[in-house]
Nanobody, 115 residues
């Protein structure tokens, strides 16, 4: 059974930081591309950041220079370090595992940026 379990969300003031974590089980983690997506109320789910099995990264333009995605293959985990957070970063954030022909999603967690 595949599980992606996210943690680290919450409420933070504008300009603050949060670190999201995603623990994966049930997959051969090191062959999957791992990503973070987000969905704000009334909007479509969008890609935030992705890291390939080889460690290459790609970011949405809106988060470049502020967010950093990383992975620890030994621990089957992926992280999203979010700095200089803005109110527009408020959304439900989802961890994703992409094996090419199959994708898995976590349950999601809320990030709220507000003063």
């Amino acid at each position: 059974q595949v599980q992606l379990v996210e943690s680290g969300g919450g409420l933070v003031q504008p300009g603050g930081s949060l670190r999201l974590s995603c623990a994966a089980s049930g997959i051969i983690f090191n062959i999957y591309a791992m990503g973070w997506y987000r969905q704000a109320p009334g909007k479509q789910r969008e890609l935030v950041a992705i890291i390939t099995s080889g460690g290459h990264t790609n970011y949405a333009d809106s988060v470049k220079g502020r967010f950093t995605i990383s992975r620890d293959n030994a621990k089957n985990m992926v992280f999203l370090q979010m700095n200089s957070l803005k109110p527009e970063d408020t959304a439900a954030y989802y961890c994703n595992a992409d094996g090419g022909g199959v994708k898995y999603w976590g349950q999601g967690l809320q990030v709220t940026v507000s003063s």
